[in-house]
């Protein structure tokens, strides 16, 4: 059975930081590309970052990009966001999300709140 469990979200100041961890299970991780991905109430899914399944490849959009940082442990079947400088904006939930060819899971997503 395929399992994407995300963890390590909650609330925290602005400028605070926090650190997402997706574990898997059922499929080959590290044949995977990963990628987080977050939507906040009533906006569409936005990609935040992507790594490829060896790591050797990451990208962030703007907005997030010198804040977020993305990376996986194949080992351990599992891939992180680590949050900091977090901003209002970046409240949402977070998912965590694996590709290979036409195979996609989702994970069942973490809430992240950002407020004074």
């Known amino acids: 059975q395929v399992q994407l469990v995300e963890s390590g979200g909650g609330s925290v100041q602005p400028g605070g930081s926090l650190r997402l961890s997706c574990a898997a299970s059922g499929f080959t991780f590290r044949s995977y590309a990963m990628r987080w991905y977050r939507q906040a109430p009533g906006k569409e899914r936005e990609l935040v970052a992507a790594i490829t399944s060896a790591g050797d490849s990451i990208s962030y959009p703007d907005s997030v990009k010198g804040r977020f940082t993305i990376s996986r442990d194949n080992a351990k079947s599992t891939v992180y966001l680590q949050m900091n400088s977090l901003k209002p904006e970046d409240t949402a939930v977070y998912f965590c999300?694996?590709?290979?060819?036409?195979?996609?899971?989702w994970g069942q997503g973490t809430q992240v709140t950002v407020s004074s």
């Open positions: 999300y694996a590709v290979w060819r036409s195979w996609n899971y």
